[in-house]
């Protein structure tokens, strides 16, 4: 089993949709969790963290359910600009904080 | 400027030979990760440094070594060079205070035939 498991998708919504991803991981030990966004052919940048209140930043909102071992990303009012792929990130504790695994990325494209 | 720049950005080669990936930072972060993203598999670690004395094996470490010269660099290598490590590799940084969040380079796209 991964330790990060994504749906791939790819999903396709049209502009203003509101879409869900969602995100499993296997180590109980995780501690820090991360939506990262990456562009075609680009380098992943961090898109927010996720903490356990869940948390929002603008359309996209954020959570976590540690008893899962889940996490999920919402968008709402779907941009043409959100088409990206989406990986979900998860950081262990203990001698093994900073490391980051990934999750293999759920692709969304938006159309007009 | 970029805050984290790797050479080439772009590197055909044939199978056997030697190649080294370099990556440069100027962020002043102490650590240095190399992944590699191949399609359907997402980004894997193949070695890190929490700092320069400090080199580790990530999950798929085999047929690659790493240098970590500096505080700013960390070069990754292909010893002899096979087609399946064809892919897409990246290298990122992270503080080590605090903030776990990784800066990523642009990426170099790498071809063996």
């Known amino acids: 089993r991964k330790e990060v498991e994504q749906d791939p998708g790819p999903f396709n919504v049209p502009e203003g949709a509101t879409v869900a991803f969602n995100c499993t991981y296997s180590?109980?030990?995780?501690?820090?969790f991360f939506w990262y966004r990456q562009d075609c052919r680009k380098e992943p940048k961090l898109l927010m963290s996720?903490?356990?209140s869940g948390n929002e930043d603008g359309r996209f909102t954020a959570q976590l359910n540690r008893a899962s071992q889940y996490i999920s990303l919402l968008i709402r009012d779907s941009k043409l600009s959100d088409s990206a792929t989406y990986l979900c990130v998860v950081s262990a504790g203990g001698t093994s904080y900073g490391k980051l695994t990934f999750g293999q990325g759920t692709i969304l494209t938006v159309h007009p | 400027d970029a805050d984290v720049t790797q050479t080439p950005r772009n590197r055909i080669t044939k199978t056997g030979k030697r190649i080294m990936l370099e990556c440069s930072q100027t962020?002043?972060?102490?650590?240095m990760y190399w992944y590699r993203q191949d399609p359907g598999l997402g980004l894997r670690l193949i070695y890190y440094?929490?700092?320069?004395?400090?080199?580790n094996k990530g999950e798929i470490s085999d047929g690659y070594s790493v240098s970590r010269q500096a505080q700013a660099k960390f070069s990754l290598s292909l010893e002899s060079a096979i087609p399946n490590q064809t892919a897409l590799y990246f290298c990122?940084?992270?503080?080590?205070?605090?903030?776990?969040?990784?800066?990523f380079g642009p990426g170099t796209r790498l071809l063996v035939l």
């Open positions: 440094s929490f700092d320069v004395k400090d080199i």
């Open positions: 990122a940084t992270s503080d080590p205070t605090g903030d776990p969040t990784q800066y």
């Open positions: 962020k002043g972060h102490d650590r």
């Open positions: 996720v903490y356990s």
């Open positions: 180590n109980s030990a995780s501690q820090s």
